[in-house]
């Protein structure tokens, strides 16, 4: 899909789709920026009618596997999700003392200057990529992905071993979000 093409997102649809911060940086190493993400995805499921079968939040992107209850809202909840999250992180490394913070604010303020719309910030990349899952064994295998993403990266070495992920909850475990829609293998 070329930049600024609009997507159409299907009624009762389920959509594997990628939310990736401008320039990648790592801005969800700072654990408080992560739980800003967790509890707006929480809210979003509480709030807004949004349905995750899967999440996984590295440290400069997040992967998530979603529907929405309600017929052609999914493109609003992650609309309302990006602005908040936005607003709400940039304004935490904004006011900041550490330096590493500053410069992050500064790399999202001039984002925002040279964005065509010239804003004071931007945060998300434009789009979140969202494919359509059309069978089950497809759904099953950007589920794994998605569960595998920390583990490709080299950053633990079982999938259960991320936090913020929703791979723990497919083990009956209690993972950080409880509302994931797990779904079952093919086979």
């Not at 909840?77 to 908040?84: A, G, L, N, P, S």
């Amino acid at each position: 899909m070329k930049q600024g093409q609009k997507q159409t997102i299907k009624k009762n649809a389920v959509y594997f789709m990628t939310i990736t911060v401008v320039k990648w940086v790592p801005v969800f190493e700072v654990d408080d920026n992560s739980q800003i993400v967790i509890d707006s995805l929480r809210f979003c499921i509480k709030n807004k009618g949004l349905n995750i079968y899967a999440f996984c939040l590295m440290s400069n992107h997040l992967h998530l596997i979603a529907s929405s209850t309600e017929p052609f809202k999914l493109v609003n909840v992650i609309r309302d999700f990006k602005r908040h999250t936005a607003k709400t992180i940039f304004s935490n490394l904004s006011e900041s003392q550490d330096a590493r913070h500053q410069k992050m604010a500064k790399i999202f303020t001039i984002e925002g200057q040279n964005y065509s719309q010239n804003v004071k910030y931007k945060f998300w990349q434009t789009g979140n990529h969202a494919i359509e899952l059309y069978n089950p064994k497809f759904t099953w295998k950007k589920l794994t992905y998605i569960h595998n993403n920390p583990v490709t990266a080299g950053l633990v070495e079982k999938p259960v071993d991320w936090n913020y992920s929703s791979a723990r909850n497919y083990l009956g475990m209690k993972g950080v979000i409880d509302d994931i829609i797990c779904v079952s293998h093919p086979d």
